[in-house]
């Protein structure tokens, strides 16, 4: 088992910043790959980015790429998305994911734990 609990959400003007974190619990988080996946109102639950179990391989949805990271630091138990040049439409939900299978992948049903979220809400 693997308890996420993501933190680092808030209100920014757009353009601004924000560094969302998902800190795990558990002894075996390095072999997890992590995801981080936002829903907005009405809206299903969209990938955003994926991180392999080492760290060392990476994908992104197209519309944040260049603007947001992903990273993971094992000896943390923590994966990060620092996001940049924010928009109104990155407003959401955020949650972090847990694939115990290593995939990565950016379809949400291939991973096992999820966060309870942290909202995002970028104001023009």
């Known amino acids: 088992q693997v308890q996420l609990v993501e933190s680092g959400g808030g209100l920014v003007q757009a353009g601004g910043s924000l560094r969302l974190s998902c800190a795990a619990s558990?002894?075996?988080?390095?072999?997890?790959?992590m995801g981080w996946f936002r829903q907005a109102p009405g809206k299903e639950r969209e990938f955003v980015a994926a991180i392999s179990r080492s760290g060392t391989r990476t994908y992104y949805t197209n519309s944040v790429k260049g603007r947001f990271t992903i990273s993971k630091d094992n000896a943390k138990n923590t994966v990060f998305l620092e996001m940049n040049m924010l928009k109104p439409e990155d407003t959401a939900v955020y949650y972090c994911?847990?694939?115990?299978w290593g995939r990565g992948s950016g379809a949400a049903g291939e991973y096992d734990y999820w966060g309870q979220g942290t909202q995002v809400t970028v104001s023009s």
């Open positions: 994911g847990a694939d115990k």
């Open positions: 558990g002894r075996t988080f390095s072999s997890y790959a």
